[in-house]
Every structure is written in structure tokens, then in C-alpha cells.
T-cell receptor, first 113, second 115 residues
């Protein structure tokens, strides 16, 4: 298995632009997680899905952030409009009901100027 | 709410020596899992070791072992025969049992390995 795939690996954009991050979970996994990592706040859970349905989005910072999972093999995290304080590394992770741990993608480093 | 505390922002160890990273957690649950993840400069989060709360025996994976003290809610990671490739951020993490999937991570400990 190729593991969790994220794209792009790096994204540089200007304030006010829309940013879309993509994730392909491990085949067969029914849980998908989006995290944000910053020096100040560490690793924060933004939202997670079970069988493509959002279960907990309490970590989504504000309405500028939205996430979708249209099918079992694809999810997006969108920021519109982006702000410099959104600069961070965004991780996608997946797991299954019968597994203990989450498997992480390589992350997307987002820089908003 | 569950919390995970890593009180050592940075640690250093000489190559081939042993180092212990500390972690404490707070929970009222009896069924849960604990993890140590490693994040090298490549950013990839890699699972190092896990411990099921119902198991009294401490988990071991090659040079990595844990000291799980359930009553004290302590979960430390011991790295033996440290290697240069062990240099990374290490995150302690907690997950409630019973199919609950949300994981709480500590703030991390940066480990430096000195040649």
C-alpha cells in the first residue's frame, strides 16, 4: 500500500486566496483525520470523518475552513480566504475501526504571505 | 477532557547511550491506548510503539521500550543504544478505547543525538 497520500507537499499563496489541500487515505480505512501543526499550538485535530461522514469538526478554527469527503478515497480541506496565521503544516491521517493507530500522510506545508 | 503532558521540550543524548522521554496523561477512562510517535525532519509521523492500558506488561519494539505506570498515569519512552537516526520530535498520544478514534497528542519533545 502507498500509505496516506497528500497533495501538494508545499503550497505558497497570498493572503485572500483560496487554498485546497487534498488527501487520499489508505484503502480500506474508514476513518480520516485532518490535523494542523504549528510551533505554538502543536498538533491540533481539525476534523475527522467516519465512512465519509464528518463526526467531529469542533477543531475547525473558523468558517473560513471547510472539509469534505465525497467518497472513501478522497478528502479535501479548503481555506477561503486564507490568512497569514493559517501558515502551518497540515496532516491527513487515516485509520480503521479494527486498528489501534492512525497512519499519517507526509503533510502539506502551507505558507500564506 | 483528556490531556497529555510532555514536560521536556528538548533532550539530548550521546550516541549509543540511553535516554528516557517523559509523558503523563489525565483520564477517567479505564480502557485506552497510549502511543509514541516519531517525527524526523522529513515531517513524516511514524508510530514507534503503542501500549494497551489493560496490559500490565510494558511494550517493547527493538531498542524502544516504555515504562507504563497506570496508577501514576505515566508513560515514558526509553531509547537504548541511541543512533543518529533517532534524532526527531517525539509525541506522546492517548486514545480512548471502545472504538473511539480521536487521539490527543502532547506538545512533543525534541531529541538531539550527539555523535
Amino acid at each position: 500500500d502507498a500509505g496516506v497520500i497528500q497533495s501538494p507537499r508545499h503550497e505558497v499563496t497570498e493572503m485572500g486566496q483560496e487554498v485546497t489541500l487534498r488527501c487520499k487515505p489508505i484503502s480500506g480505512h474508514d476513518y480520516l483525520f485532518w490535523y494542523r501543526q504549528t510551533m505554538m499550538r502543536g498538533l491540533e485535530l481539525l476534523i475527522y470523518f467516519n465512512n465519509n461522514v464528518p463526526i467531529d469538526d469542533s477543531g475547525m478554527p473558523e468558517d473560513r475552513f471547510s472539509a469534505k469527503m465525497p467518497n472513501a478515497s478522497f478528502s479535501t480541506l479548503k481555506i477561503q480566504p486564507s490568512e497569514p496565521r493559517d501558515s502551518a503544516v497540515y496532516f491527513c491521517a487515516s485509520s480503521s475501526s479494527w486498528a489501534y493507530e492512525q497512519y499519517f500522510g507526509p503533510g502539506t506545508r502551507l505558507t500564506v504571505t | 477532557a483528556q490531556t497529555v503532558t510532555q514536560s521536556q521540550p528538548e533532550m539530548s543524548v550521546q550516541e549509543a547511550e540511553t535516554v528516557t522521554l517523559s509523558c503523563t496523561y489525565d483520564t477517567s477512562e479505564s480502557d485506552y491506548y497510549l502511543f509514541w510517535y516519531k517525527q524526523p525532519p522529513s515531517r513524516q509521523m511514524i508510530l514507534v510503539i503503542r501500549q494497551e492500558a489493560y496490559k500490565q506488561q510494558n511494550a517493547t519494539e527493538n531498542r524502544f521500550s516504555v515504562n507504563f505506570q497506570k496508577a501514576a498515569k505515566s508513560f515514558s519512552l526509553k531509547i537504548s543504544d541511541s543512533q543518529l537516526g533517532d534524532a526527531a520530535m517525539y509525541f506522546c498520544a492517548y486514545r480512548r478505547g471502545g472504538g473511539y478514534q480521536k487521539v490527543t497528542f502532547g506538545i512533543g519533545t525534541k531529541l538531539q543525538v550527539i555523535p
